[in-house]
Each structure stands twice: as structure tokens, then as C-alpha cells.
């Protein structure tokens, strides 16, 4: 059975096959790459990669300050509270608070629950694996959940890709549109490597949330487009 996606109710028709196919593509390959560290992980396969990895940043003489300049632990302290969690509730109900003043009601509420459903997601896998927090090198910075998914990467990617794709959306420049996604996803894979570079996630940890994050936010993007697309339709936008 094949889908007609040109019927898909986007404005003017131009909802095309590259579109959705790359989006479920991201979608597919989040939830199978994820799937797939979960089982190494569980595993316990992926230890000797973890351990080279997190050592490889740190000093040989003295494990407990990271590689590079002196003031590369204060940057990525800096970096990895991008993905904390007061920061992204205080930028979640800034965004739709704003959307609501702008009447844009059903686009506040997708953002909303997007975000709920993310943390509910995340803590849930959370209290499924109960991964130890690393313990080979010193920690730079405190952490006090289990480590896998790794939090901060996993709602990075939920937060900040889902609005991206909200602003691409109402843009009609496509440098804007590639602008907007291109930053979400510096600032996503930022996050995560700060946490890998702090010493308090595994990388396995951080490539799990990087991969169901992704995965989410190609979700909601797909669900964000066609919600609007029926309002505009239907002459509610």
C-alpha cells in the first residue's frame, strides 16, 4: 500500500516525499541506533570504549584536571548548563508563554507537551537501566541521577531541535530554516560533549541521547507540521 504524501494537508501541496522520508529516516535510525548501545550497554560492551574515551581527556600525570587550555573546564561547565534543567524550564515557559500571548495555541501546547513527554521519557529510562555514574576518573562537576541516557544531551536535542523546527516553519528562507536546525544541533552535540569532557556521562551515555533525542524531535517535527498545516487549512491560522 503506498502513501499519497502530496496529499498530505500542507499548505499549497509542497509537503513532498524528501521531506518526510528524511524525517523518518532520523526517526527510524534514532530508535534503532538507541536500541542498539541500550543492548551493548546492558552488555556491558561498550566498557572498554568508555574508558579509553573519558581517560584520552584527561592528563596523563593527573587524571583529575581534563586536556586542553586552562580554562577549558570553566567553558564547558559553562556549555553543559545550556542543557541543565532550570535553564531549559525557564526557556520552555518563556517560549510558550510567548506563543500564547501570539495566539499561537496549538503550537504552545505541542512545544509544552513535547518537553513533559521528554522528561517523563527520560527519567522512565533513567530508572530502567540505573547506570552508574562513571567512577574511573574524577568528577568536575556534581551529578546525582543514574547516567544512562545522559539527561542533559537527551533533552538538549527535544528542547532546542523541536523549537528549531517550530522557527523553520515560519521562515521562508532556507539559510534561515538550515540556520535555525544548524544551531539546535551545535548546541545539542555541545551539551553532550561538555558532559563527556566534566567526566559525569559515559560517551555511551551521551550517543544514546543524542540518538533518541533526535529521534523525538523528528517526531514532533512531522506532528508540528501536519497540526499546522490542517489549521491553515482549515483557516484557524
Not at 41 to 51: I, K, L
Request: charged fraction near 15%; hydrophobic fraction near 50%.
Amino acid at each position: 500500500m503506498s502513501i499519497n504524501w502530496r496529499a498530505f494537508p500542507y499548505p499549497g501541496g509542497i509537503f513532498r516525499e524528501f521531506g518526510i522520508i528524511v524525517l523518518l529516516l532520523v526517526l527510524v535510525a534514532g530508535i534503532w541506533g538507541f536500541a542498539q548501545i541500550s543492548e551493548n550497554v546492558s552488555d556491558q560492551d561498550t566498557r572498554s570504549f568508555d574508558e579509553y574515551v573519558m581517560t584520552s581527556l584527561r592528563q596523563s600525570a593527573d587524571a583529575s584536571k581534563p586536556i586542553g587550555p586552562a580554562w577549558g573546564e570553566e567553558v564547558a561547565r559553562d556549555i553543559t548548563a545550556l542543557g541543565s534543567k532550570t535553564l531549559l524550564v525557564f526557556f520552555v515557559v518563556a517560549i510558550v508563554g510567548f506563543l500564547f500571548l501570539k495566539k499561537h495555541k496549538q503550537q504552545a501546547w505541542l512545544i509544552l507537551g513535547a518537553s513533559l513527554a521528554g522528561v517523563l521519557l527520560m527519567m522512565g529510562l533513567k530508572l530502567l537501566f540505573v547506570r552508574e555514574r562513571p567512577d574511573i576518573i574524577p568528577h568536575l562537576t556534581e551529578a546525582l541521577t543514574p547516567s544512562y541516557p545522559s539527561g542533559h544531551t537527551l533533552m538538549s536535542a527535544v528542547v532546542y531541535v523541536s523549537l528549531a523546527a517550530m522557527l523553520s516553519y515560519f521562515q521562508d528562507s532556507r539559510v534561515l530554516k538550515f540556520y535555525s536546525l544548524a544551531i539546535a544541533l551545535l548546541l545539542t552535540f555541545l551539551v553532550g560533549a561538555s558532559r563527556v569532557y566534566l567526566g559525569v556521562h559515559y560517551p555511551t551515555d551521551v550517543l544514546a541521547g543524542w540518538s533518541l533525542g533526535l529521534a523525538w524531535a523528528a517526531f514532533c517535527w512531522i506532528l508540528f507540521r501536519y497540526i499546522n498545516a490542517k489549521y491553515i487549512n482549515e483557516g484557524k491560522l
